[in-house]
């Protein structure tokens, strides 16, 4: 059985850096789901039960932080 959170731990680590420095120096959120419709058969099987968010400050973060905040955000349902 695939578990929910390391399959999002795992996408979240595989997002390259580039992808996440950069970001607008306003208040936001950050979210991951995955969508039902997704062609990836590990995801699949985790869509709709979980998701990961981070809030970071207003200011630069780099990957490592906004990962970090994105894992701890990591929110799994049953």
Same mark, same amino acid.
């Given at each position: 059985?695939?578990? %929910?959170?390391?399959?999002?731990?795992?996408?979240?680590?595989? =997002? $390259?850096?580039? @992808?996440?420095?950069? *970001?607008?120096?306003?208040?936001? %959120?950050?979210?991951?789901?995955?969508?039902?419709?997704?062609? =990836? $058969?590990?995801? @699949?099987?985790?869509? *709709?039960?979980?998701?990961?968010?981070?809030?970071?400050?207003?200011?630069?973060?780099?990957?490592?932080?906004?990962?970090?905040?994105?894992?701890?955000?990591?929110?799994?349902?049953?």
């Amino acid at each position: 059985m695939v578990n %929910n959170k390391n399959a999002l731990k795992d996408f979240i680590d595989d =997002i $390259p850096a580039s @992808k996440l420095t950069g *970001l607008p120096k306003i208040r936001y %959120n950050l979210q991951i789901q995955f969508s039902k419709e997704t062609t =990836i $058969p590990t995801y @699949k099987k985790v869509a *709709l039960r979980s998701w990961a968010k981070a809030e970071p400050p207003v200011g630069e973060w780099n990957a490592e932080e906004v990962r970090r905040e994105l894992v701890k955000g990591i929110v799994v349902f049953r």
